[in-house]
């Protein structure tokens, strides 16, 4: 099996790697378990300044970094560039806050003296896909290394420049060899990683078929497992919202990243009052969505990841367009070199449509309207996924109604869904279990050891 990145702007391939030999894998297991021993017991002070060190890496490699993401997966120069500062920025927090998020707790009790310790597992298997290949790594490394456990990152392979950019970055740092590693892995190799009794805990960010299937896995030798899955947030117009912010941020909701990803908005509900409204500026603004060269600053949306997402998701626009659906704009796929789809927008989407019913993991959007809020969170629990979710409204009412009813993991006011490290970022559902970053995250692969003093 071959790892190899495909410049999806130029359909040009960059690179391309052999998965790791058995002879490396077993080699790459003792060093994260010799590593281990000394890794756990270092001081959270000397653990943060490798930590900061890494980070500064980033930032003075911002452009060098950006630049290798836009190749490999085809994000804009600009967003990649937004993708390295919060990696550098996510290593610095908990390289600041571990020490205190892991902090043993007093509790009182009939004991003397009795508590919580926050403890390391050991080697955290990680699963990572293409669309942040640096974010979503770091976001598992950061805080699990911090802990004191060490990593094997196991990535996806259209991006394995990524993968060893983020390997040789952390041992650059100072980091001791087998604290983190990367490894080209096929998926026989994977499931036999999963049940070396060597591996602690796995994570693993992906499609919903994906976390099936190593949940399931990590489930039969009983590991601690997390699962980061796909989602079809809701983006909520209420009858109270600014349309002149709201419009332009449904947007930037749907088109981020290309629109993959995981937290992306894809289905905009919006109040019959305001339906109109809104359809109208949504698609115009959408057709005006420039996209091109991702290097270009002017380029919003890029190419997608591949050929075969780009089928992927023009098959769901044609299927629904088939079953009734309405194109606002865009669902064309352009002549040329590139795997490039436009920004595209259906309303009057059958609910048993591939738009209506699956995830759509690239720049279309779906509009539903309903008769009123209530409806509207009505509508947006039906989906099987819970990620996130957000309500745009002005009325403090609508709000909390929305923040209250909603079922997903996240829900934002006047704001798309994003990640921060103060916060619990996960979901509920096929969205999968567990969560990541604060201390949440922190604390997903510790063992959380009650201790007693008579």
């Not at 115009?284 to 996209?291: G, L, R, W």
């Not at 009505?378 to 819970?386: I, K, M, R, V, Y």
Request: include cysteine.
């Amino acid at each position: 099996m071959s790892f190899t990145a495909i410049n999806p702007a130029t359909e040009e391939v960059i690179a391309s790697y052999e998965a790791h030999t058995p002879e490396q894998i077993e080699a790459a297991l003792a060093a994260s378990v010799s590593a281990f021993k000394s890794w756990r017991n270092t001081p959270f002070k000397d653990r943060g300044e490798l930590m900061v060190r890494a980070a500064q890496l980033l930032e003075d490699e911002l452009d060098t970094a950006a630049a290798m993401l836009t190749a490999e997966m085809g994000k804009t120069f600009t967003s990649a560039k937004g993708e390295v500062m919060k990696c550098a920025t996510t290593m610095r927090y908990y390289a600041e806050h571990a020490e205190s998020l892991l902090s043993e707790e007093i509790i009182a009790s009939p004991a003397t003296r009795s508590g919580i310790r926050y403890e390391p597992l050991g080697t955290v298997l990680a699963v990572m896909p293409w669309n942040f290949a640096l974010w979503q790594a770091v976001r598992f490394a950061a805080p699990s290394m911090m802990a004191g456990n060490v990593g094997i990152l196991k990535h996806a392979h259209n991006v394995p420049g990524s993968a060893l950019y983020l390997e040789n970055l952390f041992l650059r740092a100072g980091f001791p060899t087998g604290v983190f590693a990367n490894l080209f892995l096929g998926h026989r190799e994977l499931a036999d990683m999963i049940a070396d009794d060597r591996v602690a805990a796995v994570t693993l960010t992906g499609s919903e078929i994906a976390g099936k299937i190593v949940g399931a896995q990590a489930g039969a030798y009983l590991k601690k497992c997390v699962l980061e899955l796909g989602g079809s947030d809701a983006f909520i117009v209420a009858s109270s919202a600014d349309m002149a912010r709201t419009v332009p941020m449904a947007v930037t909701a749907r088109v981020q990243n290309n629109g993959q990803s995981c937290i992306a908005a894809k289905r905009f509900i919006v109040v019959e009052e305001r339906a109109e409204e809104f359809i109208d500026a949504f698609a115009k603004a959408m057709s005006e969505v420039v996209v091109g060269d991702p290097m270009d600053p002017k380029t919003v949306v890029g190419p997608m990841v591949n050929a075969e997402q780009r089928e992927l998701l023009h098959a769901q626009v044609q299927d629904s367009l088939e079953k009734g659906a309405v194109l606002r704009t865009g669902g064309v796929i352009p002549e040329g070199r590139g795997f490039y789809y436009p920004p595209t927008v259906l309303t009057n989407v059958p609910h048993d449509s591939r738009a209506g019913a699956e995830e759509l993991f690239g720049p279309v959007a779906v509009v539903e309207v309903v008769k009123d809020l209530a409806e509207a969170i009505e509508f947006a629990n039906s989906s099987p996924w819970g990620l996130g979710g957000s309500i745009w409204a002005t009325d403090p009412r609508e709000i909390e109604q929305a923040i209250a009813g909603v079922e997903v993991g996240m829900v934002f006011a006047n704001a798309i869904v994003a990640s921060t490290p103060e916060l619990p970022f996960g979901g509920i559902k096929r969205s999968g279990y567990g969560r990541e970053l604060s201390a949440q995250g922190i604390r997903e692969f510790t063992n959380v050891k009650t201790f007693y003093i008579a």
